[in-house]
């Protein structure tokens, strides 16, 4: 044992980060709850000495670049300080002491094996999902993309401004399913002379562009001038995306998401719940699937859709001159003045027997999207739903994400 109470002869697996891959977007650093994860100008790196292979990064980070482990012995582990010099990773070593997962001690291969996965698994996409392409542009050689548009999607009144974004790749391939994010490099550093990092935000158009057979996809971007706590701020990317006039030029890495996809196949229904900038991706799965409306497959599309005014829901008109038998559209307002507060949940149990019938079908697709704080919301108002009729939701969610039929993005 060392000073530290620590066997130096202890097998662990090291969480490292790919230097090559990562995109440095710091949505691993904002998920570490452990506040394991740091950066500096070159690097992400884990530290040793805090992370406890918990695996709740894994999931969020957009390029993989997270999910990499390294058995190494205690007394040789990786520092942080170390880590932030790699331009790659070490090659793998063979630590003979521990050759397989069967030799590792119990505890170490438990979370090991627990991390590898994620937290609560990888989700797969759901298996009539097309190819996504990911990763095409790494920092270090982003695609250029033009600005075509950038229009107010919120009401003149509303206090949010929500704004309609197209960027046309011109003759460079970047093609993106809907479900997936792309990252903006904002230009500039932060107060530490840093470069600013990646910004991810959800494609809101369909696979064939938003103006179809043109090489151009759209963003719903929200500008951020307070924080979660209601301070001023002014949020770097989301500004400086708001800010474009046509014509301007933008860096763009990606695309990113592997899971976050929509079925393709006949029958396939979505039952899509977002709040906010969180449409996007419903936007752009709501439009693949208008765009085919000719060829009508069956497959039900249910959308609860929650903002604080009717102002303030991104696409609201479009969304309601779509026929009511294309789809099932439930909003839901928690400011409108005279009137009793609704969120997202609400409607939920108000469409419960709805909800249930859905969700009973092996056609239903899950998908979440919009800020953090609805998770548990939305995950209690399933739960409700599902006792109500006998079901079990919390019994019910593992085998959906095990079957890629159930989706979350939130930030
Ligand atoms: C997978 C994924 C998909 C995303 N898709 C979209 C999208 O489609 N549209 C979109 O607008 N955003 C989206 N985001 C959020 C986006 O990546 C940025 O985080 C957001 O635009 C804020 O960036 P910023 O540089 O303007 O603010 P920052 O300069 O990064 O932050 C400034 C301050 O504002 C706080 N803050 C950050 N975001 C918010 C927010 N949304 N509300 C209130 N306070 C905030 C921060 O905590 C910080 O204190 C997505 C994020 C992820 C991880
Ligand atoms: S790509 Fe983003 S989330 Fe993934 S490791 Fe790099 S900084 Fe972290
Ligand atoms: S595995 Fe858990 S503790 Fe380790 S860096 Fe990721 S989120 Fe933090």
Same mark, same amino acid.
């Given at each position: 044992?060392n000073?530290?109470?620590?066997?130096?002869?202890?097998v662990?697996?090291?969480?490292?980060?790919?230097?090559?891959?990562?995109?440095?977007?710091?949505?691993?650093e904002?998920?570490?709850?452990?506040?394991?994860?740091?950066?500096?100008?070159?690097?992400?790196?884990v530290d =040793?000495?805090?992370?406890?292979?918990?695996?709740?990064?894994?999931?969020?980070?957009p390029?993989g670049?997270?999910?990499?482990?390294?058995?190494?012995l205690?007394?040789?582990?990786?520092?942080?300080a170390?880590?932030?010099?790699?331009?790659?990773?070490?090659a793998?070593?063979?630590?003979?002491?521990?050759?397989?997962?069967?030799?590792?001690?119990?505890?170490?291969?438990?979370?090991?094996?627990?991390a590898?996965?994620?937290q609560?698994g *990888?989700?797969?996409?759901p298996?009539?999902?097309?190819h996504?392409?990911?990763?095409?542009?790494?920092?270090?050689?982003?695609?250029?993309?033009?600005?075509?548009?950038?229009?107010?999607?919120t009401?003149?009144?509303?206090?949010?401004?929500?704004?309609?974004?197209?960027?046309d790749f011109?003759?460079?391939t970047f093609?993106?399913l809907?479900?997936?994010?792309?990252?903006?490099?904002?230009?500039?550093?932060?107060a530490?002379?840093?470069? *600013? *990092?990646?910004?991810?935000?959800? %494609?809101? $158009?369909p696979r064939?562009?938003e103006?179809?057979r043109?090489?151009? %996809?759209?963003l719903? %971007?929200?500008?951020v001038?307070?924080?979660?706590?209601?301070?001023?701020?002014?949020?770097v990317?989301?500004?400086?995306?708001?800010?474009?006039k046509?014509?301007?030029?933008?860096?763009?890495?990606?695309?990113?998401?592997?899971?976050?996809?929509m079925p393709n196949?006949?029958g396939? $229904?979505?039952l899509?719940?977002?709040?906010?900038?969180g449409?996007a991706?419903?936007?752009?799965?709501?439009?693949?699937?208008?765009r085919?409306?000719?060829?009508r497959?069956?497959?039900?599309?249910?959308?609860?859709?929650g903002?604080?005014? =009717?102002?303030?829901?991104?696409y609201?008109?479009?969304?309601?001159?779509?026929?009511?038998?294309f789809?099932?559209?439930?909003?839901?307002f928690?400011?409108?003045p005279?009137?009793?507060?609704?969120?997202?949940?609400?409607?939920?149990r108000?469409?419960?027997?709805?909800?249930?019938?859905?969700l009973?079908s092996?056609?239903?697709?899950v998908?979440?999207?919009?800020?953090?704080?609805?998770?548990?919301?939305?995950?209690?108002?399933f739960?409700d739903?599902?006792?109500r009729h006998?079901?079990?939701w919390?019994a019910?969610?593992p085998?959906?994400?095990?079957?890629?039929?159930? *989706?979350?993005?939130?930030?």
């Amino acid at each position: 044992m060392n000073a530290a109470g620590r066997d130096p002869g202890e097998v662990l697996r090291q969480h490292l980060i790919d230097p090559e891959i990562c995109i440095r977007c710091n949505t691993c650093e904002e998920t570490c709850p452990l506040d394991a994860i740091t950066h500096d100008a070159r690097n992400y790196v884990v530290d =040793p000495e805090i992370c406890k292979a918990c695996g709740a990064c894994i999931t969020p980070c957009p390029t993989g670049a997270i999910d990499n482990w390294r058995q190494v012995l205690r007394v040789n582990v990786y520092t942080t300080a170390e880590q932030l010099t790699w331009d790659t990773l070490p090659a793998p070593i063979e630590v003979a002491a521990a050759a397989d997962d069967d030799d590792l001690p119990p505890e170490v291969a438990r979370i090991t094996a627990q991390a590898s996965e994620g937290q609560g698994g *990888h989700v797969p996409p759901p298996w009539s999902a097309a190819h996504p392409f990911v990763n095409l542009y790494p920092l270090s050689r982003p695609a250029v993309a033009t600005v075509s548009g950038n229009f107010r999607l919120t009401g003149d009144d509303a206090s949010s401004d929500i704004r309609h974004i197209v960027l046309d790749f011109g003759a460079t391939t970047f093609p993106v399913l809907e479900g997936q994010t792309i990252g903006i490099v904002p230009p500039g550093t932060d107060a530490q002379g840093r470069p *600013h *990092h990646i910004r991810l935000y959800s %494609v809101a $158009s369909p696979r064939d562009g938003e103006r179809p057979r043109y090489n151009n %996809v759209a963003l719903t %971007v929200k500008r951020v001038t307070e924080d979660h706590s209601g301070m001023p701020v002014r949020g770097v990317a989301s500004n400086f995306l708001c800010d474009l006039k046509r014509g301007a030029t933008v860096n763009v890495v990606g695309p990113f998401g592997s899971s976050f996809l929509m079925p393709n196949h006949p029958g396939a $229904s979505l039952l899509m719940i977002c709040t906010g900038t969180g449409a996007a991706p419903m936007r752009a799965m709501t439009e693949h699937r208008r765009r085919q409306i000719a060829q009508r497959e069956g497959g039900k599309l249910m959308l609860f859709f929650g903002a604080r005014v =009717p102002e303030e829901l991104p696409y609201h008109g479009p969304l309601m001159k779509l026929p009511r038998d294309f789809i099932d559209i439930n909003l839901a307002f928690s400011r409108v003045p005279g009137q009793a507060k609704q969120y997202v949940q609400d409607r939920i149990r108000a469409r419960g027997d709805d909800v249930v019938r859905l969700l009973a079908s092996d056609q239903c697709h899950v998908y979440v999207c919009g800020l953090k704080s609805m998770e548990e919301g939305v995950a209690q108002a399933f739960r409700d739903v599902c006792r109500r009729h006998g079901n079990d939701w919390d019994a019910m969610l593992p085998r959906l994400r095990e079957q890629g039929r159930f *989706h979350l993005e939130t930030y």
